[in-house]
């Protein structure tokens, strides 16, 4: 879905930079924005949300929700969560309301995760129009974008991407995991 200017949004807030971009992309367009985090055990948890309360602060956006599930999600022999992203998206659509809303996530091309694919955003929006009547729906706006180009999207336009974290692991960088192997290669440091 395109977002129409002035829509109201609530932004899947990680404080990585794929959803730093979705603020800008956003605030750009004026929309109406809720920020939302959900604590669901990750191991950087407390790391992510100070950088998404961070990024909600700079970008205007007011205080960050935070939503948190009473018991961790366990991840598998990968350290991946089975059906994060759609849980994240539900979430996120119930933090919104009744709507007329727009929850936007930050998924990407160029994984190989299947909640990162169109056929993923595809059966999500189709999840959200049943429970909703239309009245939620789903935007990915980076979905054909490589990671390259969503950091190149946030230097052009000066996002803080400093204030932004992205190690899976810990709340400090361990250098090894593919979010702080990502930011290495496209230095973001």
């Not at 018991?71 to 022999?77: I, K, M, Y």
Request: glycine share 12%.
């Amino acid at each position: 879905m395109e977002a129409q200017p002035g829509a109201h949004v609530v932004i899947l807030l990680s404080g990585g930079i794929d959803s730093a971009a979705l603020l800008e992309f956003y605030r750009e367009r004026g929309s109406s924005v809720r920020t939302v985090y959900v604590d669901y055990g990750q191991p950087a948890g407390k790391a992510e949300r100070r950088s998404a309360a961070a990024l909600s602060k700079h970008f205007g956006f007011g205080r960050l929700a935070t939503l948190r599930l009473g018991t961790a999600l366990p991840r598998d022999a990968h350290g991946e969560y089975f059906g994060r992203n759609l849980l994240l998206i539900l979430l996120a659509a119930a933090a919104g309301g009744t709507g007329p809303v727009i929850v936007a996530a930050g998924v990407h091309a160029g994984t190989r995760y299947f909640d990162c694919s169109e056929a993923f955003a595809e059966l999500a929006r189709r999840v959200l129009d049943g429970y909703s009547g239309g009245r939620v729906a789903l935007d990915v706006p980076f979905l054909t974008w490589s990671k390259q180009e969503i950091v190149e999207y946030c230097r052009a336009r000066k996002v803080p991407l400093e204030l932004t974290h992205s190690c899976e692991m810990a709340a400090q960088p361990c250098g090894a995991c593919p979010s702080c192997l990502d930011r290495r290669t496209l230095g973001v440091e």
